[in-house]
């Protein structure tokens, strides 16, 4: 950064202030690797600020996701505000267990690429006590059994505001049912899946605050 014709300004020399807004736009894991041992300033900025982290982990070795899990997500969970894993191992890591530990409390966008149909229902009752869960993109590496269960509870999570699912399945042997009491917030939905155009209408009756549809049922 110029400061004058003559002198300059170190990244390290920049105001706290600053620093967050530039962080606020880079993942949180490169940010740790590149950083963290920089100097003392920077390990305490880690470890007890409370900017809002946005983690991308895309691939990794056993060994590298062990570490980044117990050493930056455990300790950093509740200041997580964006999470985006696209690799069934590091997925399976996190939502397999039938108790997920993780206290996401601030997250308000995940995205999950090729995670397998077994974790979903647990991962939408898990879902479900975010409060600040807005956007959620999923995209289903196999087939689901019972897709209508799954669009019922995506409906009841109250704040999302952007839903885009990428699903696969067989027909439905049973319509789903058109929306009593139920109201969902959403206001962008996009559905990726086979076997929708039968039940659009009573899909539909969920989301009566959509402002954008977007469908493709091979």
């Known amino acids: 950064m110029v400061k004058g014709r003559n002198s300059t300004a170190r990244f390290e020399d920049l105001s706290n202030e600053i620093i967050y807004e530039i962080f606020e736009f ?6 740790y690797e590149i950083f963290s041992k920089l100097n003392i300033r920077f390990q305490n900025f880690f470890i007890y600020s409370n900017f ?3 983690i991308k982990l895309l691939s990794a070795s056993k060994s590298t996701f062990q570490r980044y899990y117990t050493q930056i997500i455990i300790p950093n969970q509740h200041r997580i505000k964006s999470l985006y894993l696209s690799n069934p191992f590091i997925i399976d890591g996190i939502f397999s267990s039938t108790r997920i530990e993780l206290k996401l409390i601030k997250l308000e966008t995940l995205i999950l690429n090729k995670i397998s ?3 979903f229902e647990n991962l939408l009752k898990y879902l479900f006590i975010l409060p600040y869960l807005s956007s959620l ?3 289903c590496e196999d087939e689901i059994q ?4 799954l669009y ?3 409906f009841r999570l109250r704040a999302l505001k952007y839903c885009k699912l990428s699903l696969d399945g067989s027909n439905q042997p049973e319509q789903l049912p058109i929306a009593m009491k139920e109201s969902s917030p959403i206001e962008y939905f996009i559905l990726n899946s086979t076997h929708v155009l039968n039940d659009l209408n009573n899909l539909l009756s969920y989301i009566p605050h959509l402002k954008h549809l977007s469908i493709d049922s091979p």
């Open 146 to 149: 019972n897709k209508n269960k």
């Open 152 to 154: 019922k509870q995506v």
């Open 26 to 31: 880079l993942d949180f894991f490169h940010l």
């Open 117 to 119: 149909s077994i974790y």
């Open 52 to 54: 809002p982290i946005k």
């Open 137 to 139: 993109i999923i995209n």
